[in-house]
């Protein structure tokens, strides 16, 4: 079956790409977003490259049943690495009945693979914050 979503070709479409598919719910169609070796900061500073993990992490805010919005704010190109800087909010109410407010401007950054498709070598979500310990 082929793969319902598409990759980005431009970096300045990751922002729509990571929406689409946040919204549709499934962990799995984020994964495809990561390059082998991709870094994923957590909320608390702590960078993960495991898989698994990731996975984990992205689950907890899927969990919610709430749509992303995501819009750039910046996108720097050099030859195959491309930050992009992004503004995004989850709010809503979750699927448990409680209100769900998480805001943040990512600083990312993405590499063109060989296929011509951008993937994240390191997602940061929440760009410069200072991060709270949990």
Do not use: C
Not at 26 to 31: E, F
Request: net charge negative.
């Amino acid at each position: 079956m082929p793969e319902p979503y598409t990759l980005p070709t431009q970096p300045e479409d990751m922002a729509a790409s990571l929406v689409e598919r946040f919204n549709s719910g499934n962990v799995n169609a984020m994964m495809i977003h990561y390059e082998p070796g991709a870094v994923f900061v957590t909320r608390d500073g702590h960078p993960l490259t495991d898989p698994t993990q990731i996975a984990a992490e992205l689950e907890r805010d899927l969990k919610h049943g709430l749509p992303l919005t995501a819009t750039n704010r910046h996108v720097f190109v050099a030859g195959d690495i491309a930050q992009i800087v992004l503004d995004w909010t989850i709010d809503g109410t979750s699927t448990d009945g409680t209100h769900i407010h998480l805001q943040g401007s990512a600083s990312d950054i993405l590499h063109r693979g060989a296929d011509g498709h951008w993937r994240y070598i390191i997602d940061n979500a929440l760009g410069t914050a200072t991060r709270q310990t949990t």
